[in-house]
């Protein structure tokens, strides 16, 4: 176009969240015409899901939403489940839960820490990023891991829970709660600049939402009740108490606040959890190698970044026939074109960040 | 379901009803050039489509499209089967938005054609990829190994 | 005036005409090694404080404290590789080094702590800082278009548009100071304090000065131009090894000397009691440079429209207004 530059930003670029490519018309200092790439983390886990055991995908599980590993986990143990008819015992759901729960405060503290570096706020970043660790720590206690711990298994999960560990994560929750409670609010919503910058950013209407088929704390943030831990309830998310955070504006800083406070639900929902957690064996025996039949099984659950489905198909076989990942975030990213438009360039890499995208399920 | 019934009363012996459990029902529709007519039907009581998987039991291709509504957590699954013969089908992209780039994915990876898709380009891998890697006789031949570089194994 | 001490000294030993030479490379070396000082130390001093918001260590290896840590990162900075290519040469190197001399030149006009103790001293010291601090939004504008990069470019208009808003607000509020004080020299500025500050009479141009200042040397929350998330260092984005070393030491003096223009146009410079003049100097520069270096740790970045509409919309009328209250002031 006539007089703009073309600023191609990605795929490696400090604010794009791993390798998602913009490539955005520029006129002065606002963007007219912006487009979006994506792709360059595709590894073909569709593919590699038909060439290996049903127990053996949970590696490639983890590496799809890296940030929220254990959510991807779960789901696919739970798809598996579904589809051999394996019942687990309780004890193993409450354990799934906590760990579900933990994971999604991770995540969303991470989406913090870089959304408020997105605005130039380094120490909310490492702020954010040193209350993570608290729970990295407690993950690693349990699991051995930390960015992908390989914790879940068919029929349960690897080990059980570690002596004491309540107590830890308990302590660490009432931390997470007190600086989430002050130290952000200090630091971010009550941050003339920080309001500044995202009140009014990038409005996603109720409309834009539905036509694009937006799920998650992103939908949340425009006004729409929907969240598949209280519609259809899975895990034990029927047996605890909470609510879901729901904002109306539908701009960058309602997308903020709707996933601090889901930080807050989550801490409920463990807290409960940890309450009501019965002993009892922690998983059902379940052979290595299993034969599915012939049928088709649709799981969706919601994961940190919002509804992650699968979709399997079986042939009798020991391993997945077809295996299709439905990730939120690919749909998130498609309305990035129509929001980009008419806005300053530095507006977009916040529009960017509120979306939280990992490329990593983006891309698959 | 009152959907289904309205559905299947539209299409008569073209619409199959394969399970219709609580929030969760599979349909098939025999003939593919209903595909939109049946779209504009669904559109009513869905509002996303949810996913597009696509199934390759070769020679025929079987397209799950999976729909959802923000009211409930209902799923609609519509399975469609296409031949390699005729390897197209009508895009729905005008019904449901949500459907652009899991078209493009679907052509992406199994180069089924769309037509009436706005864009229809691939969306993961490369322009000059050769092939359509998620179909089950895709081989990692020389011109794969000379685009990569690399020494795969699959 | 130090020439004077170092030349009366060096004049005992050689005979004349030879010892004003002497003396004369003696003051050269000096300056060389006290503005070379001064930014090394500001710059350990904010990495630590940065440190201690952000709850981490900071510096600690080279030296004690880390004190040492910038002199490293300097002499790794003469190691690095020259890398960027298709710039225009002139403009891209002229720039780093005309930067430096630029806020180089600033310590050596300014007294460092007492009076007589600047290097050059000059009757309208105070105007010739102010276009020191000026002459920025050219070069940057002369970095960005040289380096041929869009994000550079980008960041390079935004300086030049940022610098432009924000400098009429710091000289009509250099302009009520020397109104107020009748002169442009900062050590006769200084010696009319001795009685009482000009922040009990200009508290609101304090803060509009400060703004401004912070504006002018691009420190955060005004690092709009550089963004380093965004345009990642906007103008800088090509510059590596002692270019940007270049750049990185010239912003560290910058906000010495705002921190001192502050204490000594406002603060009363180095008049106070019981103590000798210089520890009230030091001890009022460093807090100011506390409260300059704060908001980069804890404010996010404002938009370039948003920064600029401040600007204009509220730091320049309350600069204008406070003028005009000096005027009457001085006439009733």
């Not at chain 1, 590894?43 to 599980?61: G, H």
């Not at chain 2, 959802?68 to 449901?96: G, H, P, Q, W």
């Amino acid at each position: 176009m006539e007089n703009s530059i073309r600023l191609n930003i990605g795929p490696v670029h400090p604010a794009m969240h791993g390798v998602l490519k913009l490539i955005l018309d520029v006129k002065g200092d606002t963007v007219i015409k912006a487009q979006t790439e994506i792709g360059f983390l595709h590894r073909a886990s569709e593919k590699i899901a038909e060439m290996r055991y049903f127990s053996n995908y949970y590696p490639i599980m983890d590496k799809l939403d890296y940030v929220s590993a254990l959510n991807m986990e779960i789901l696919y143990a739970s798809v598996v489940e579904k589809a051999a008819n394996i019942e687990i015992p309780v004890r193993a759901v409450y354990i799934r839960t906590i760990m579900a729960e933990i994971q999604r405060i991770m995540s969303h503290l991470v989406f913090i820490g870089s959304f408020g570096e997105d605005i130039g706020n380094m120490t909310g970043f490492i702020w954010a990023l040193r209350e993570r660790e608290l729970l990295m720590t407690i993950v690693e206690k349990i699991s051995g891991g930390r960015l992908a711990p390989m914790y879940i298994c068919n029929g349960g999960m690897f080990y059980d829970l570690p002596q004491g560990i309540e107590d830890d994560i308990l302590k660490a929750m009432s931390t997470i709660e007190n600086k989430v409670n002050h130290e952000y609010n200090a630091m971010f919503t009550k941050n003339q600049i920080f309001l500044s910058r995202t009140k009014g950013v990038g409005i996603l209407t109720k409309d834009m939402v539905k036509k694009y088929g937006i799920t998650g704390p992103i939908a949340r943030a425009s006004g729409i009740n929907r969240d598949l831990r209280k519609i259809s309830p899975y895990l034990a998310y029927d047996k605890v108490d909470f609510e879901i955070p729901i904002e109306n504006e539908g701009d960058t800083y309602s997308r903020f606040v709707v996933r601090t406070r889901e930080i807050l639900e989550s801490i409920k929902i463990i807290r409960q959890c940890i309450k009501d957690l019965p002993s009892g064996p922690y998983k059902t025996a379940v052979p290595w190698i299993i034969r599915i039949p012939k049928k088709d099984t649709f799981v969706k659950q919601e994961s940190s970044r919002g509804e992650m489905g699968i979709f399997l198909v079986t042939d009798g076989g020991d391993k997945p026939y077809r295996l299709k990942l439905r990730s939120p975030t690919f749909f998130a990213i498609h309305a990035l074109e129509e929001l980009l438009v008419n806005i300053k360039v530095a507006d977009a890499f916040v529009i960017v960040a509120s979306m939280d995208p990992v490329m990593g399920e983006v891309d698959r | 379901m009152v959907t289904l019934d309205k559905l299947k009363s539209g299409f008569k012996g073209d619409l199959e009803v394969l399970n219709s459990e609580q929030g969760l029902s599979v349909i098939r529709i025999k003939n593919k050039k209903l595909i939109k007519k049946l779209a504009w039907q669904i559109k009513e009581e869905f509002d996303i489509l949810y996913s597009l998987a696509v199934v390759d039991y070769s020679p025929d291709f079987e397209l799950n499209y999976i729909f959802s509504n923000y009211k409930n957590a209902d799923i609609l699954v519509l399975k469609v089967n296409i031949t390699e013969k005729d390897f197209a089908i009508d895009s729905i992209t005008d019904i449901f938005s949500s459907a652009n780039w899991e078209e493009r994915e679907a052509y992406d990876l199994f180069g089924i054609k769309f037509n009436g898709h706005p864009d229809l380009r691939r969306i993961l891998l490369p322009e000059d990829w050769p092939g359509h890697p998620l179909r089950k006789d895709f081989k990692v031949d020389d011109e794969v190994r000379n685009w990569t570089g690399l020494d795969l194994k699959f | 005036m130090i020439f004077n001490y170092v030349y009366s000294i060096v004049s005992a030993f050689v005979f004349s005409p030879l010892s004003y030479i002497i003396s004369f490379i003696i003051i050269a070396i000096l300056a060389v090694i006290v503005t070379a000082l001064i930014p090394v130390f500001i710059g350990w001093v904010d990495r630590k404080y940065a440190a201690r918001i952000e709850s981490r260590y900071g510096p600690v290896y080279v030296g004690p404290f880390g004190l040492l840590q910038n002199f490293a990162d300097l002499t790794k900075m003469l190691g690095k590789r020259f890398i960027a290519t298709n710039i225009d040469w002139l403009s891209f190197n002229f720039t780093p080094i005309a930067l430096a001399t630029v806020s180089f030149a600033m310590l050596l006009i300014i007294p460092l702590g007492g009076p007589g103790l600047e290097f050059i001293s000059i009757p309208y010291s105070l105007l010739f800082i102010y276009t020191l601090l000026a002459i920025s939004p050219l070069l940057i504008l002369v970095a960005g278009w040289g380096e041929n990069n869009k994000y550079a470019l980008i960041g390079g208009f935004r300086g030049a548009a940022q610098i432009i808003s924000y400098e009429l607000a710091l000289i009509v509020v250099l302009s009520s100071v020397a109104l107020l004080s009748g002169s442009y020299s900062i050590t006769s500025i200084v010696s009319n304090q001795s009685s009482i500050w000009y922040i009990a009479y200009l508290p609101v141009t304090m803060v509009v000065f400060i703004i401004a200042g912070l504006a002018i040397i691009e420190r955060e929350p005004f690092d709009v131009p550089e963004a380093s998330q965004e345009l990642q260092a906007g103008w800088k984005v090509e510059y590596s090894g002692i270019r940007y070393g270049f750049f990185l030491i010239g912003d560290y003096v910058r906000v010495t000397v705002i921190a001192m223009l502050v204490t000594y146009l406002f603060l009363g410079g180095w008049n106070g009691p019981v103590i000798s003049g210089i520890f009230w100097f030091i001890i009022k520069t460093a807090i100011v440079l506390m409260i300059i270096l704060t908001p980069r740790w804890v404010l996010g970045r404002p938009r370039i429209d948003q920064l600029i509409k401040f600007g204009w919309n509220w730091l320049l009328p309350l600069a204008v207004l406070n003028l005009i209250l000096v005027e009457l002031f001085m006439v009733l």
